[in-house]
DNA sequence: GTCCAGGAACTCA
DNA sequence: TGAGTTCATGGA
């Protein structure tokens, strides 16, 4: 691999696969690129069965297909992009901006538990939340209520085959971007419909038809810090409700204090938590400490 | 056949 | 204001 050193702790060069494609390498700290894409926040990226990385993922994000693979917890690879795009889009959707380590260590600190939360983040530590696009991340997670995540992908991959622009992949495949507001919009709710969607179609096309109308602003919500006032915008959907909204301004709009409560949660609250949680205590970073909560019930501690 | 899934709308008291 | 029901769908 040829490495041409450019800026801080930011390399380009080219992917060890028989592609060769272009890759920039980052040096981060304690990144767990699997625990990331696998830990429900994401419907879009998928495992590469036979990498020639340790561990690798691909997927299409911000219209763009990329891989993302790491051999081990310092350093990630994210391959068929440039410096350029690297800067633009995958440094914040990849959480390379944000000091995790530092958040980390305060909710660890916090010592208001049975001890479930540090060894939840001891467990689940190395996953980034991700900055994913906004519009993307609310119609996902519309979809994904009273749904399981096989599922919810299934139907994400369906509606962006039908409804999204296509994107030519350098390993000769088409995939397809996340569909627009104004394609969700025009395609109706029996071609939702078609797509599997089941009763969540009509939301889906609330959504759009009040997004493509400006009666709801990403952009100020995007501004605003109060997130009870974001979450009543994002409620003005039909579909939208507390659960949905926390998971749009944590995933979509990077608001790391949101706290989605799912059924995962609800289980960690009644198991950890008897005598409540009081969430200012993990402020501002509540949002990951979900995510830490959510990875170690879910794939730890189990249904039962 | 029954239960469940990163829930929310609707109904009825 | 709060509890119970209904909503599509597919996998376990």
Redesign the pocket.
């Known amino acids: 691999m040829s490495i041409n050193y450019t800026v801080d702790k930011v390399y380009t060069g080219v992917s060890r696969d028989r592609l060769q494609l272009p890759c920039v390498i980052v040096e981060t700290e304690n990144y767990s690129v699997d625990k990331t894409f696998d830990?429900?926040?994401c419907f879009r990226f998928n495992k590469v069965p036979s990498s020639s990385y340790g561990i690798e993922y691909e997927g299409v994000a911000f219209g763009r297909y990329i891989r993302v693979a790491q051999d081990h917890p310092n350093e990630i690879i994210i391959i068929n992009t440039d410096l350029s795009d690297y800067e633009k889009i995958w440094k914040k959707y990849l959480g390379l901006d944000i000091d995790w380590g530092a958040i980390e260590r305060h909710l660890i600190s916090r010592r208001e538990d049975d001890g479930i939360m540090e060894k939840a983040a001891r467990l689940a530590g190395g996953i980034r939340i991700l900055r994913q696009e906004p519009w993307e991340t609310l119609c996902s997670?519309?979809i994904?209520?009273?749904?399981?995540?096989?599922?919810?992908k299934?139907i994400i991959e369906s509606i962006s085959e039908r409804l999204g622009t296509p994107i030519d992949c350098p390993d000769g495949i088409t995939r397809y971007a996340f569909p627009t507001d104004r394609a969700i919009l025009m395609a109706g709710i029996e071609t939702l419909?078609?797509t599997?969607?089941?009763?969540?179609?009509?939301?889906l096309y609330d959504a759009a038809r009040l997004s493509v109308d400006r009666k709801i602003d990403f952009l100020s919500i995007e501004k605003t810090d109060d997130l009870d006032t974001c979450a009543a915008i994002l409620?003005q959907?039909?579909?939208?409700?507390?659960?949905?909204?926390?998971?749009v301004l944590?995933?979509g709009f990077g608001k790391l204090d949101a706290?989605?409560?799912?059924?995962?949660?609800r289980?960690s609250l009644k198991r950890h938590f008897s005598g409540g949680l009081d969430l200012s205590v993990l402020s501002p970073y509540a949002g990951v400490a979900?995510?830490y909560?959510?990875?170690y019930t879910?794939y730890i501690e189990g249904?039962d």
Do not use: E, H
Not at 144 to 152: D, T
Not at 196 to 203: E, L, P, V
């Open positions: 830990c429900g926040q997670f519309i994904s209520q009273n749904n399981n995540i096989p599922r919810i299934k419909m078609a599997n969607t089941g009763y969540r179609a009509k939301y409620r959907i039909k579909g939208v409700g507390p659960k949905v909204a926390a998971c944590l995933f706290f989605p409560v799912d059924v995962w949660i289980r979900q995510q909560l959510f990875y879910r249904r």
